[in-house]
C-alpha cells in the first residue's frame, strides 16, 4: 500500500485596484483591496496490482514486460478564493458620499475523489555488468501518460 498526502497553502495581498466611471450626471471611484489565498490538500491510499514478468538474453540484457491497475481510494480539496474590502464612491453635483463594503469570490472544490481504478502497461530494459544491474523501467498510464526511472544495485 502506497499513501501519498500533499498540502500547499499560498496566501498573497494584491495590489489596490481604483476604477472611475460616469454617467448621467454621477461619477465615481470603486477601490477594492484584495487578498488571494490558494490551497491545495491531497490524499490517497493506492494499491497497486501488477502482473510483470522478465526475461534475461547473453547475461547482461534483461528485458521487462506487465500489466497492472491501481487501486486507488483518497480525496483532494482545493481552495481558491479572494476577499476585499470596497469602497465605493458617488459624486453628483456638490454631494459625495462613500459606501464601504467587501467582496468575497470563492472558487473551491471539497472532497473530489481520484479514478478508483487506473489501469497501467509496463516495460523496461536493463543491463547487468559483473555485480552491477541498472534497470530503466517505463509505466505508461492509458489515462496519464508515462513515467520513465532508472534503479542501480549490486547483486551478491
Known amino acids: 500500500i502506497i499513501y501519498q498526502k500533499n498540502?500547499?497553502?499560498?496566501?498573497?495581498?494584491?495590489?489596490?485596484?481604483s476604477e472611475t466611471f460616469s454617467d448621467g450626471g454621477i461619477s465615481g471611484t470603486v477601490t477594492v483591496d484584495p487578498t488571494v489565498r490558494f490551497g491545495i490538500i491531497s490524499e490517497s491510499y493506492t494499491i497497486p496490482l501488477e502482473v510483470?514478468?522478465?526475461?534475461?538474453?547473453?547475461?547482461?540484457?534483461?528485458?521487462?514486460?506487465?500489466?497492472?491497475?491501481?487501486?486507488i481510494h483518497g480525496s483532494s480539496d482545493i481552495v481558491?478564493?479572494?476577499?476585499?474590502?470596497?469602497?465605493?464612491?458617488?459624486?453628483?453635483?456638490?454631494?459625495?458620499?462613500?459606501q464601504p463594503g467587501q467582496v468575497t469570490v470563492d472558487g473551491s472544490t471539497r472532497d473530489v475523489s481520484p479514478s478508483s481504478f487506473r489501469p497501467k502497461l509496463m516495460t523496461g530494459?536493463?543491463?547487468?555488468?559483473?555485480?552491477?544491474?541498472?534497470?530503466?523501467p517505463i509505466v505508461y498510464?492509458?489515462?496519464?501518460?508515462?513515467?520513465?526511472?532508472?534503479?542501480a544495485g549490486v547483486v551478491f
Not at 510483470?52 to 487501486?71: K, S
Not at 536493463?126 to 530503466?136: A, E, H, N, Q, R
Open 7 to 17: 498540502e500547499l497553502s499560498f496566501e498573497q495581498e494584491v495590489s489596490t485596484v
Open 141 to 151: 498510464y492509458p489515462s496519464a501518460g508515462a513515467a520513465v526511472g532508472v534503479t
Open 52 to 71: 510483470v514478468t522478465a526475461f534475461q538474453l547473453f547475461w547482461f540484457l534483461n528485458l521487462t514486460a506487465g500489466a497492472g491497475v491501481d487501486v
Open 80 to 98: 481558491l478564493s479572494a476577499a476585499g474590502d470596497v469602497n465605493v464612491t458617488f459624486s453628483s453635483g456638490s454631494a459625495t458620499v462613500t
Open 125 to 136: 530494459i536493463g543491463f547487468s555488468i559483473l555485480m552491477v544491474k541498472i534497470d530503466f
